[in-house]
T-cell receptor, first 113, second 116 residues
Framework: AQTVTQSQPEMSVQEAETVTLSCTYDTSESDYYLFWYKQPPSRQMILVIR????KQQNATENRFSVNFQKAAKSFSLKISDSQLGDAAMYFCASPNSNYQLIWGAGTKLIIKP | DTGVSQDPRHKITKRGQNVTFRCDPISEHNRLYWYRQTLGQGPEFLTY????????KSRLLSDRFSAERPKGSFSTLEIQRTEQGDSAMYLCASSFSWEALPDTQYFGPGTRLTVL
């Protein structure tokens, strides 16, 4: 079965500093989207950033950027200038052979004031 | 556009009872997904619809689970003869896409089910 691995169950970062969350996946598809979502405590899942696998350029959204290494099947999320509101569970997702999203177990991000 | 809504937000039931959840997707979205999420885990795919057609169903989904999306609008997820192992957050998401690839999904707040 295809899997998505987030090897960091929990990460903490000082406010205003930079943190990188890691994700590896093993889809056999050649063209796909990859996603990072955040889920704040008791709140709904929100899209953070999306990467199109056929694009060489790494996606960026304001303070959020990815480091996409297609050959290594690695898709890490970098958060710059961390803010208290960034505290949440972060989930990485990639498609399986049935075109359904497979999700990692998540990384809990703690922001230290 | 008010986003994806789910009802109820919380449901407590006794083992053996039937429960039904509702999801209203973003109005122009043609795809609707149901996921289950247990504490400390990512969402687990249950089933999805394209318009009113149920196109995929997880092998993990037992016969006690059934979902419908009449007229391609709102959807219901029913669990019959609930078991304590069904206790989880049930998430609904919707998207607009005609590609085979899963595109950006927009999530509702979820329904938390507790089976006593």
């Amino acid at each position: 079965a295809q899997t998505v691995t987030q090897s960091q169950p929990e990460m903490s970062v000082q406010e205003a500093e930079t943190v990188t969350l890691s994700c590896t996946y093993d889809t056999s598809e050649s063209d796909y989207y990859l996603f990072w979502y955040k889920q704040p405590p008791s709140r709904q899942m929100i899209l953070v950033i999306r990467q199109e696998a056929y694009k060489q350029q790494n996606a960026t959204e304001n303070r959020f950027s990815v480091n996409f290494q297609k050959a290594a099947k690695s898709f890490s999320l970098k958060i710059s200038d961390s803010q208290l509101g960034d505290a949440a569970m972060y989930f990485c997702a990639s498609p399986n052979s049935n075109y359904q999203l497979i999700w990692g177990a998540g990384t809990k991000l703690i922001i230290k004031p | 556009d008010t986003g994806v809504s789910q009802d109820p937000r919380h449901k407590i039931t006794k083992r053996g009872q039937n429960v039904t959840f509702r999801c209203d997707p973003i109005s122009e979205h043609n795809r609707l997904y149901w996921y289950r999420q247990t504490l400390g885990q990512g969402p687990e795919f249950l089933t999805y619809f394209q318009n009113e057609a149920q196109l995929e169903k997880s092998r993990l989904l037992s016969d006690r689970f059934s979902a419908e999306r009449p007229k391609g609008s709102f959807s219901t997820l029913e669990i019959q003869r609930t078991e304590q192992g069904d206790s989880a957050m049930y998430l609904c998401a919707s998207s607009f896409s005609w590609e085979a690839l899963p595109d950006t999904q927009y999530f509702g707040p979820g329904t938390r089910l507790t089976v006593l």
